[in-house]
C-alpha cells in the first residue's frame, strides 16, 4: 500500500470527484478505481439489449460498493442550493409534474419539491437511490433502466423530464430508444431537459486524470450539440433550445443568470462548426474555457414535445 500522502494523480483524482482534501486516499485506491471502471465499461459495451439493465445494474453497484468514496454526500450548503439549481425554475416554468431520470441523491428534486413540483425520482441502483431521500422533501423514488421509460410509466404522465450528467453512461445504441421513451412518457406541449457534458471538452469520465484524449472509462460516449439535436428530432420532439447558465460565482451575484431558446441555439451550433475545424488540443481548451464567448462546456438542451 503506497503512502497516503497527496500525490499529483491524487489531487487530480479529489479535485475531478470533489473530494474532500482531507479525505485518505492513496494511488493505490485511484488505480483501483481506474482498472474496475475500465473493466465494467468493457461489460457496459457489450451488453445486448436483452441483458442491458441487468449488467447496468450489476456494473453501477460494483462501482459504488468498491468505491465508496465516489457516494460521499458532498452536497451543497443549503444556503447555496439557489446557486446551483435556481435556473431550473426557469427551465421548469408551468410544469407540475417531474421525472428525473438517474437521480442519484435526489438533491435537485429534493429542492425542486420544496417549492411545489410533484417529483419523481429514478435510479438504476439501490447503491444511490432512496436511502438518500429528504425526510422534508415529498419525492417519490421508483426503479428504472433509464431507457425503456415507458415500460415503468404510464404515456403522458409528466410535464417534464430531466437528465443531469447521466445520457453519456447509456451505451451508444440506446440514445434514440431513450429519447423516443422520454417524448412517449411527456404529456402534450411537455419538454425534457437534458444536460451533459459536450464532447469537444471530454474526455470528462475518470479518463481526464489520466490525460486521455477520449473517454474509456463508463462514459460510454459523449456528444456534441449537432449530434443531440438531430437525435431529438428523430425521436419527434417539435422544437428544441439550448440553454445558457453561467458560472457559479456569477450566479451567487445575479439569482441564476441563464437563458434560453431558438436564437441561442443557432449561435452554438455555428460555433461548434467553428471549433470543429481547429486540432483538437486547442479545440477541448476553447471549449473548457469558453463561457467567455457563452459556449460552455455543456450541452444543455430543452426538447418540446407537440
Given at each position: ?27 493505490d485506491m485511484v488505480l483501483g478505481h481506474w482498472n474496475l471502471e475500465r473493466r465494467l465499461a ?132 440506446d440514445l434514440l430508444p431513450h429519447l423516443e421513451n422520454v417524448h412517449t412518457i411527456l404529456r ?37 450539440w449537432r449530434e443531440t439535436v438531430e437525435a431529438c428530432r428523430q425521436a419527434g420532439f417539435i ?68
Amino acid at each position: 500500500m503506497s503512502s497516503m500522502s497527496a500525490t499529483p494523480l491524487v489531487e487530480r483524482y479529489k479535485k475531478k470527484f470533489h473530494l474532500p482534501a482531507g479525505l485518505p486516499l492513496d494511488e493505490d485506491m485511484v488505480l483501483g478505481h481506474w482498472n474496475l471502471e475500465r473493466r465494467l465499461a468493457g461489460e457496459l459495451l457489450a451488453s445486448n439489449p436483452e441483458n442491458r439493465w441487468d449488467i447496468f445494474a450489476h456494473c453501477y453497484t460494483t462501482l459504488y460498493r468498491e468505491c465508496p468514496w465516489l457516494n460521499l454526500d458532498v452536497s451543497p450548503d443549503s444556503q447555496d442550493n439557489d446557486t446551483y439549481y435556481r435556473h431550473f425554475l426557469t427551465l421548469l416554468a408551468g410544469a407540475k409534474d417531474i421525472y428525473e431520470i438517474g437521480s442519484g441523491r435526489a438533491r435537485l428534486l429534493n429542492y425542486l419539491a420544496r417549492r411545489g413540483f410533484r417529483c419523481v425520482a429514478s435510479e438504476i441502483t439501490r447503491e444511490r437511490g432512496e436511502r438518500y431521500a429528504d425526510p422534508n422533501a415529498i419525492v417519490q423514488w421508483h426503479s428504472s433502466d433509464g431507457v425503456n421509460l415507458a415500460r415503468f410509466e404510464a404515456a403522458e404522465s409528466f410535464d417534464a423530464v430531466i437528465s443531469s450528467h447521466v445520457v453519456e453512461h447509456f451505451h451508444p445504441d440506446d440514445l434514440l430508444p431513450h429519447l423516443e421513451n422520454v417524448h412517449t412518457i411527456l404529456r402534450p406541449g411537455g419538454r425534457y431537459v437534458l444536460a451533459m457534458p459536450h464532447r469537444f471538452a471530454g474526455p470528462m469520465d475518470l479518463s481526464e486524470v489520466f490525460g486521455l484524449n477520449k473517454p474509456v472509462c463508463m462514459h460510454l460516449r459523449e456528444y456534441s450539440w449537432r449530434e443531440t439535436v438531430e437525435a431529438c428530432r428523430q425521436a419527434g420532439f417539435i422544437r428544441l433550445e439550448a440553454a445558457y447558465v453561467a458560472p457559479q460565482m456569477l450566479r451567487r451575484i445575479l439569482r441564476g443568470a441563464s437563458f434560453s431558446g431558438r436564437g441561442y441555439l443557432r449561435y452554438v451550433l455555428a460555433m461548434e462548426a467553428m471549433l470543429d475545424k481547429l486540432p483538437n488540443k486547442l479545440k477541448q481548451a476553447l471549449t473548457k474555457r469558453g463561457t467567455a464567448f457563452l459556449f460552455r462546456p455543456e450541452i444543455l438542451i430543452i426538447a418540446h414535445k407537440g
